[in-house]
């Protein structure tokens, strides 16, 4: 197995170490806030580049995930593709390197997650869709068959994204 080296120590880093750190030998944080389990600042990562075979940036702000897995890959670092085994992602889905599927969620048939992407608890891309360059689908979020999720935009808790051209039925 390898190590991870995940950038950021606060709620969605740790949400990262819990739920994917099995997957992994060692798992290490950088964090620019001292504190447990950190070794130094986010700033030290090339001081880790070949000790940790694995980066990935757990930043909630979409650009800053993005500037930072640029980062970490020109670096020399792999970005790994976190994906929880309590999570359903198809067969014919596609999950970039730096994409990430937490427990529970769901990736349908022919689904693509790009690169840096969140596909949080609960949430689901149901069949035929598009989650962009750094998109998040926040935990319960339901993106519906055929949608295109920009890059870098969230959809939040709650929200369904109805299939394109379906009218909201009214009761």
């Known amino acids: 197995m390898a190590k991870l080296l995940i ?15 099995p ?12 504190g447990d389990g950190v070794l130094g600042p986010c700033g030290d990562y090339l001081l ?3 000790r940790y075979e694995y980066a990935y940036p757990a930043f909630g702000n979409n ?5 930072w897995l640029n980062r970490l890959a020109e ?17 014919s889905a596609l999950v970039e390197p730096g ?15 790009r690169r840096g992407a969140i596909v ?15 998109a998040h689908l926040a935990p319960g979020a339901v993106v519906k ?12 808790s709650g929200t369904v994204l109805l299939r394109p051209g379906q009218q909201e039925e009214s009761t």
């Not at 997957?23 to 001292?34: C, E, I, Q, S």
């Open 75 to 91: 670096a020399g670092f792999r970005l790994p593709r976190l994906i929880h085994p309590m999570a359903y992602v198809s067969a």
């Open 145 to 156: 068959a055929g949608n295109r999720v920009a890059a870098m935009t969230k959809v939040e």
């Open 7 to 21: 950038l950021g120590a606060g709620g969605y880093g740790r949400t990262l170490a819990d739920a994917m750190g």
């Open 120 to 134: 949080n608890y609960g949430a689901v891309l149901d069949h035929d869709c598009t989650l962009g360059f750094c």
């Open 99 to 113: 994409a990430v599927v937490l427990p529970m969620a769901c990736v349908g048939a022919c689904s693509t997650v």
């Open 63 to 67: 650009d800053l995930r993005g500037a």
């Open 48 to 50: 880790y580049a070949g």
């Open 23 to 34: 997957g992994f030998d060692a798992v290490a944080f950088l964090d620019d806030r001292p």
